[in-house]
């Protein structure tokens, strides 16, 4: 059984992925307007760069979300400790992040993935 504060990581992975798509929402207003006023289908078009960015920055977080979900799951309603692989490629995809891109949320994966390296 997991226990501690590790216990709580996924539920930290989605609040951070519900945290970057308010973000985005907010961030993108004038990209999304258009989109959802077009209905949505085929609305990123190539040469879109402003779309293609909101797009995939709500995307991050929805995937944040559901990767916070399995492991919440993993670990409450199953007892399993997700595998040590997860917290590793956590932990290289926000590194490579913050040194991409320093003035980011990237900064915010680098504790959970810890937690999730932990014994």
Known sequence: MVSGIKRHVG????LT????????????MTQLQPMV????????????WDRVTAFWFLMLGFM?????????????KKGI???VSLGWMLFVFC????????TS???LGLP?????LRK
């Open 11 to 14: 539920l930290t992975l989605m």
């Open 17 to 28: 992925g519900l945290f970057h798509n308010i973000l985005g929402l907010v961030g993108f």
């Open 37 to 48: 006023a077009e209905g949505l289908w085929d609305t990123v078009g190539n040469g879109q």
């Open 64 to 76: 944040l979300i559901l990767f916070g979900y399995t492991v919440d799951w993993l670990m409450k």
């Open 81 to 83: 400790t997700p595998p």
């Open 95 to 102: 590194l490579i992040g913050v040194i991409v891109m320093p």
């Open 105 to 107: 949320g990237f900064w």
């Open 112 to 116: 959970q993935a810890w937690l999730l």
